[in-house]
């Protein structure tokens, strides 16, 4: 086999490696074997919503299960393919199977980060908060920044995106937004991108034209329905309402309708101004809460079972997943994986699969990795 079929090979090989490993495949059989019984259960839509929550199971099941079986066994074709053209000497047969390998490799790749969105809530909606760090306009700029970045990511995979809350800074960027993206896997895909993110750059409201370090902070949690039980006692909750300060009907409305709500036992903080009845924005910070609070119960029970710690922390230097430096050289690098990008504008426009794949595949494998930052 040649060196460039003997890696496309091995690219397949690791995806299916890591699908398995994240299916836990034995289990996943077993479960699947379990499922395509009770779907078969005509008493099964007596109850549509566990009949639902079954049938998506096993559909997001089967076709992952389906998948790995279809890519194996296809490559298990195009390396006979090419053994075949490589004993008879017909060089076209054998550049037909390295092209077909390379369409797998590719294939092998993409449904790797799909068959990785297996958590419980991965299906789901999401939330998405941005809150600037210290520092003023500066910060206040790139959590902007950051705004558009996922706003523009969100419209590369087709998801429909909603802004929820945003607050303006006093002179440029935004002090926090809150982003509602919907779409299958939105939050499987997301959830990996909670933490804080620092900018190097020349500012361009320094008039010394010195560089900068800004940080803003991002968080994700999942969008949840009534399946989901979360009890919040009322007598825990500090409710206000106020004006909203965001850039008119670009985003959001300014009447006097926002609604925050505290939960005094937590200290989450969770705000709507999305709507004009402020009944129907305390509803919807209400569902965000109840989301928030199954979010945080869901990442301290991974914590408990991985001993990692919280994504969560101050914002600011040290706490940071990501670097993006525009000056005095042009590089992002992820500082969990090690994925680096040398095209920071077009990161900036929402090109970050690349990170979200790694560092889903990491909480898959538990690999650490070294890495260091850039100044």
């Known amino acids: 086999m040649r060196a460039e079929g003997q890696a496309y090979i091995n690219r397949i090989e690791a995806a299916l490696a890591l699908v398995r490993l994240s299916l836990d495949w034995e289990r996943a059989l077993r ?76 294939r092998a790749d993409a449904d790797k980060v799909q068959a990785l969105l297996s958590g419980e809530a991965d299906g789901n909606d999401t939330y998405l908060e941005i809150h600037a760090g210290a520092g003023g306009t500066e910060s206040q700029d790139w959590a902007e920044m950051l705004f558009r970045m996922y706003g523009r990511w969100a419209e590369r995979r087709g998801f429909k995106v909603e802004t929820v809350e945003y607050q303006a ?37 320094d008039s ?10 991002v968080w994700v949690f999942p969008v949840i329905d009534d399946s989901f ?19 008119g009907g ?49 990442r301290s029970r991974e914590e408990a079972a991985s001993a990692e710690h919280s994504a969560k922390s101050d914002i600011g230097w040290g706490h940071q997943i990501r670097s993006y430096v525009l000056q005095p050289y042009q590089m992002v690098k992820d500082l969990r994986t090690g994925v680096v990008s ?26 650490k990795v070294e890495i260091e930052d850039v100044e």
């Open 342 to 367: 040398t095209s920071p504008d077009a990161v900036l426009d929402g090109a970050i699969d690349p990170f979200i794949s790694a560092a889903l595949a990491q909480r898959v494998t538990g690999e």
């Open 229 to 247: 039980e979360i009890e919040i006692n009322p007598a825990d909750l500090k409710i206000d309402t106020y004006r909203a300060s965001g850039a």
């Open 31 to 106: 479960r699947l074997d379990e499922l395509n019984a009770r779907v078969q259960d005509p008493n099964l839509w007596d109850n549509p919503k566990q009949a639902q929550a079954i049938s998506r199971e096993q559909k997001t099941l089967e076709t992952a299960v389906n998948t790995v079986n279809e890519i194996a066994a296809e490559m298990a074709d195009a390396v006979e393919f090419i053994e075949m053209g490589e004993a008879e000497g017909e060089e076209a047969i054998v550049e037909d199977g390295l092209a077909t390998l390379a369409a797998l490799a590719d």
């Open 169 to 205: 800074g006093e002179q440029a960027g935004i002090k926090s937004a809150t982003l509602l993206i919907k779409g299958d896997g939105a939050y499987g895909y997301a959830k990996t991108e909670s933490g804080v993110h620092r900018l190097v750059r020349i500012s361009p409201y």
């Open 208 to 217: 010394s034209a010195r560089r900068h370090t800004s940080f803003s902070s």
């Open 250 to 298: 670009q985003h959001v409305n300014t009447t006097d309708s926002a609604v925050r709500i505290t939960h005094q036992p937590t200290g989450i903080v969770v705000a709507s101004q999305q709507d004009r009845s402020q009944h129907k924005n305390r509803e919807i910070a209400m569902n965000m809460l109840k989301a928030r609070l199954y979010e945080a119960e869901m």
